[in-house]
């Protein structure tokens, strides 16, 4: 018996909650916080600008509205990066 092609990978980024500190982004049965001290770039941005995100390759996301594109990585290891723009 042959077992059938995997399909698309249908698993959007999904926005959970937002604060004053920073949002939840729950992606890949998984859910991280993006703190605005450690990621600056969505301190002035509103709710549809944050919660309008893609996923791309897999493990890369982007913020059409923002210009912002985030791997996975810098997400999960933020310490690794110390570059921070201002």
């Known amino acids: 018996m042959k077992s059938l092609k ?3 990978n249908i698993s959007r980024p999904e926005i959970t909650n937002i604060s004053e500190h920073g949002f939840w982004i729950f992606l890949k049965d ?3 916080f993006l703190s605005l001290e450690r990621f600056p ?4 941005a509103n709710i549809s600008q944050i919660s309008n995100v893609e996923l791309l390759h897999e493990n890369h996301l982007y913020w059409p509205k923002l210009d912002v594109d985030l791997s996975l990585n810098i997400i ?3 310490e690794r990066y110390k570059l921070v723009a201002k």
Request: glycine residues 8%; proline residues 8%.
């Open 41 to 44: 770039w969505f301190k002035n």
């Open 30 to 32: 998984s859910e991280y």
């Open 76 to 78: 999960e290891h933020p």
């Open 6 to 8: 995997h399909g698309k």
